[in-house]
């Protein structure tokens, strides 16, 4: 079974960076497959943030885009989520997803049995004004 595994979420000010880790032992990332980020932020639904895929096309939602970059390391099965000039909205659980296919570009919610075959346990951002 897939674990994956989130890191880096934390609390800063507005302005400031963050950059969020995710390792998935077992899940073959190749071109056929995506790897990604959601987000939950308080009364919210679950938001797509970024994705890639193994042929490393990426997609970004409008409210990040410049501001958040996604990479990928096939090697360590990893992907990274680099955001800068954070603002308080960016506040919420980043959720890191994976599938041997395609990540959902609207889903209900940030889970199991949504849009992904993988999903990790969330990690929390918050940023202060």
């Known amino acids: 079974e897939v674990q994956m595994m989130e890191s880096g979420g934390g609390s800063v000010q507005a302005g400031g960076s963050l950059r969020l880790s995710c390792t998935a032992p077992g899940f073959t990332f190749d071109d056929d497959s995506d790897m990604g980020w959601y987000r939950r932020a308080p009364g919210k639904e679950c938001e797509s943030v970024s994705r890639?895929?193994?042929?490393?096309?990426?997609y970004y939602a409008d409210s990040v885009r410049g501001r958040f970059t996604i990479s990928q390391d096939n090697v360590k099965n990893t992907v990274y989520l680099q955001m800068n000039s954070l603002k308080p909205e960016d506040t919420a659980i980043y959720y890191c997803?994976?599938?041997?296919?395609?990540?959902?570009?609207?889903?209900?919610?940030?889970?199991?049995?949504?849009?992904?075959?993988?999903w990790g346990k969330g990690t929390l951002v918050t940023i202060s004004s």
């Open positions: 997803a994976a599938d041997e296919a395609f990540l959902g570009a609207v889903v209900s919610k940030c889970g199991e049995g949504y849009g992904a075959d993988f």
């Open positions: 890639i895929s193994g042929d490393r096309s990426s």
